[in-house]
C-alpha cells in the first residue's frame, strides 16, 4: 500500500507530532529572538547598516509567532493556479481567465478552511499566495521572483494542465533548489478523463525530481470544469440547450493538504523560518566582518609581530612554544570579543588545527635550530647560527599566528548559527524529528548537506 501523508501516527510514549510540532516553533521563535539580541549588541552604526537584515528576523519572528504556513502556487500561464486556490478558498478570490497575464503579481489571501472534524482542527494559519505564470515574467525577473517566493513559502504547490511538458519538468527542477517540499497538482482534468497520476509519476523524467516526489504528491484537480451542455426538454414538448457548470473537484488537493498541514505544518512553519534565519544571521556575520575588517587586520598584525618578536629574541626553546601558545590564544580571544558573534563547537577543530599547525612549525625550527647551532657552535660560528635560527623562528611564529588569526575569522562568521540556540542547531534539530513517510523526510539528506555547507 502507498503510504498516504494521513498515515502517520506517534508510537505509544514518544510525543505527540502536535506537540513536537509546538516545540519545534517555540524553539525557533527562541532562537531568532536571540540573533535580534545579537545585533542590538552591535555598535550603532553596523546596526543602522542591518536595517534590512533586522526588518527579514522581524518578519520572521512575527510568522511564528502568528503559526503562519505559506502555500504558493506555481505554474505556466493559463494552467489554472488562481482557479485552484480559489476552488480552496471556495470563493472567486483571485482573477481567473482565458487571457495571459490575469495575475500580474503575486497576491495572498488567508486560508481557513471550513474544518469540522476535532481530530484534524489545523494548529496553524494558512496563507494562499498566487503568483504569475512562470512564463509570464521576463527572463532573469522571472527566475528572481520565482526563487524568492518559493524560498518565502513553506510549500509549493505546482500546478500543470493535463500530463506535464517537458519544459514544466524542467521549470519545476528549477523550483526544487528552493529547497521546499512540492505537491504536483495535475489541473483541468475533466478535459483530460484518462489521466492518471501513477502514470504520470512513471514518467518523471529526473531522478533528482523523483527522490523528492512520491505517487501521493501527484494529485488530479478540476478547480473550474468546463461547463457541459445539457439539453433541457419543457413540459409543452419544447427543448432547449443550456450550459451547466460543474462544481470544481479539488478533494484529494484539500484532503492532502489538510492532513499534511496537521501531520508537518508545524515542522514545515518552524524548519523554513529556521533556513531563512539562518541565511541573515550569516548575512550579518559577512557585515560584522566587513565592518571590523581594518580592525582585525590591525589586530592579527599586532600579535603576529608581537610573538615573532619575542621568539626571535628569546634564547630558550621551551619559552617560545609556551609565548607562541599563549600570544595564539589571546589573538583569538581578542578576535572572539572583536566581533561579539556567539561561539559554538562547529568547525573549532579546523581553528585548533591551524594553532597545532602553527605550533608544530615552531617546534620543528626550535629543534633543527638546536642541532644546527650544537654543530656550527664546534665550527666557531655560533653567534650568526643563533641570530639566523632567531629570525627564522620568528618568522614561522609570524605566519602562524597570522594564519590563526584568518581561521579565527572563518571560524566565527562561518559558524555563528551553530550556537546552542543558533538557527542551524535548531533547524538540524528539525531534521532529527523527521520520520517517514513525512514529504519533507524526503529533503532531509539534501537539506542536511546544505545546513552542513554553511
Ligand atoms: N476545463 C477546465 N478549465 C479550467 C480549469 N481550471 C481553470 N480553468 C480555466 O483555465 C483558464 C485559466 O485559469 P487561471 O486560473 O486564470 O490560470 P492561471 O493563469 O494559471 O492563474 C481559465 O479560463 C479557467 O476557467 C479546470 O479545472 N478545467
Ligand atoms: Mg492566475
Redesign the pocket.
Known amino acids: 500500500m502507498v503510504p498516504t501523508h494521513s498515515s502517520l501516527t506517534s508510537a505509544p510514549g514518544t510525543q505527540s507530532p502536535g506537540h513536537k510540532q509546538g516545540d519545534h516553533i517555540q524553539r525557533a521563535r527562541v532562537s531568532i529572538k536571540q540573533v535580534l539580541k545579537q545585533v542590538e549588541s552591535l555598535p550603532l552604526p553596523l546596526q543602522a547598516e542591518l536595517q534590512t537584515e533586522l526588518g527579514i528576523l522581524s518578519g520572521l519572528d512575527l510568522k511564528l509567532n502568528q503559526r503562519l504556513l505559506q502555500i504558493a ?1 506555481f ?13 480552496l478558498f471556495a470563493e472567486p478570490i ?10 500580474q503579481w503575486p497576491r495572498s489571501v488567508r486560508w481557513s478552511p471550513g474544518v469540522t472534524d476535532q481530530e484534524i482542527k489545523l494548529p496553524l494559519q494558512i496563507e494562499l499566495i ?1 503568483t ?2 512562470l512564463d ?1 515574467i521576463e527572463g532573469q525577473g522571472r527566475a528572481q521572483m520565482a526563487q524568492e517566493i518559493a524560498h518565502t513559502a513553506d510549500l509549493i504547490l505546482f ?1 500543470v ?1 493535463g500530463p506535464p511538458t517537458s519544459l514544466e519538468w524542467e521549470a519545476l527542477k528549477d523550483l526544487r533548489q528552493a529547497g521546499r517540499p512540492l505537491l504536483v497538482v495535475v ?5 483530460y478523463p484518462e489521466l492518471d497520476a501513477a502514470k504520470i509519476y512513471d514518467r518523471l523524467p529526473d531522478q533528482a525530481l523523483r527522490k523528492i516526489l512520491a505517487p501521493q504528491d501527484i494529485l488530479l ?6 461547463p457541459v451542455e445539457v439539453r433541457v426538454e419543457w413540459p409543452d414538448g419544447r427543448t432547449t440547450t443550456d450550459w451547466e457548470s460543474l462544481p ?2 479539488i478533494n484529494s488537493l484539500k484532503t492532502t493538504l489538510l492532513n499534511l498541514i496537521h501531520q508537518e505544518g508545524g515542522f514545515l512553519v518552524a524548519l523554513n523560518t529556521l533556513l531563512q534565519a539562518q541565511r541573515v544571521e550569516r548575512e550579518i556575520a559577512n557585515q560584522v566582518q566587513r565592518y571590523h575588517s581594518q580592525a582585525s587586520k590591525t589586530c592579527i598584525w599586532q600579535y603576529a609581530r608581537l610573538k615573532a618578536a619575542l621568539i626571535a629574541v628569546c634564547p630558550l626553546g621551551f619559552i617560545d612554544i609556551g609565548v607562541n601558545i599563549f600570544a595564539d590564544l589571546l589573538l583569538i580571544g581578542t578576535l572572539v570579543k572583536l566581533y561579539q558573534l556567539p561561539t559554538h563547537r562547529h568547525q573549532v577543530n579546523q581553528l585548533w588545527g591551524k594553532m597545532l599547525i602553527s605550533l608544530l612549525g615552531l617546534v620543528l625550527v626550535e629543534v633543527s635550530g638546536y642541532l644546527f647551532f650544537d654543530i656550527t657552535d664546534v665550527l666557531a660560528v655560533g653567534l650568526f647560527s643563533w641570530m639566523s635560527t632567531g629570525i627564522l623562528q620568528g618568522c614561522v611564529g609570524l605566519y602562524g599566528s597570522i594564519q590563526v588569526g584568518k581561521q579565527t575569522q572563518t571560524y566565527l562568521v562561518t559558524g555563528c548559527t551553530w550556537g546552542p540556540l543558533g538557527p542551524s542547531t535548531m533547524a538540524r534539530n528539525i531534521l532529527d524529528d523527521l520520520k517517514s513517510p513525512m514529504i519533507l523526510y524526503r529533503l532531509r539528506q539534501e537539506l542536511f548537506e546544505k545546513l552542513n555547507k554553511l
Open positions: 502556487a505554474g505556466f500561464v493559463s494552467r489554472g493556479k488562481s482557479a485552484v486556490l480559489n476552488a483571485f482573477p481567473v481567465g482565458p487571457l495571459n497575464g490575469e495575475t498566487d504569475p505564470g509570464e500546478i494542465a489541473n483541468k482534468a475533466d478535459l484537480t478540476s478547480a473550474a470544469p468546463t470544481a473537484n
